[in-house]
């Protein structure tokens, strides 16, 4: 098992800025692949980033590349989402995931999720 807790959302103005935390516990961190996802009220989940165990590769949706950037630290636990340039349809509840590195691994782990709010 993997446990996930989130943490950094807020209220933030459109232009500004908010790093999101997400800190594992449980199985080891590098054995997983992380991913940050996004569920707006009456619309479905989407991958917005993900990171490879090592995070030498990264995944970006359309929507938020050159504004947002996936990092991760395997000595502290934890993965991260920076993001820039924020606009109102930014606002969602993010969730982070995990997945088994391997291939074929599914997304099994999910934390309880953090609110983004972005005004005009």
């Known amino acids: 098992q993997v446990q996930l807790v989130e943490s950094g959302g807020g209220l933030v103005q459109a232009g500004g800025s908010l790093r999101l935390s997400c800190a594992a516990s449980?199985?080891?961190?590098?054995?997983?692949?992380l991913g940050w996802f996004r569920q707006a009220p009456g619309k479905e989940r989407k991958l917005v980033a993900a990171i490879s165990w090592s995070g030498g590769s990264t995944y970006y949706a359309d929507s938020v590349k050159g504004r947002f950037t996936i990092s991760r630290d395997n000595a502290k636990n934890t993965v991260y989402l920076r993001m820039n340039s924020l606009k109102p349809e930014d606002t969602a509840v993010y969730y982070c995931a995990a997945k088994p590195a391997d291939p074929g691994g599914k997304y099994d782990y999910w934390g309880q999720g953090t609110q983004v709010t972005v005004s005009s």
């Open positions: 449980g199985r080891t961190f590098s054995n997983y692949s």
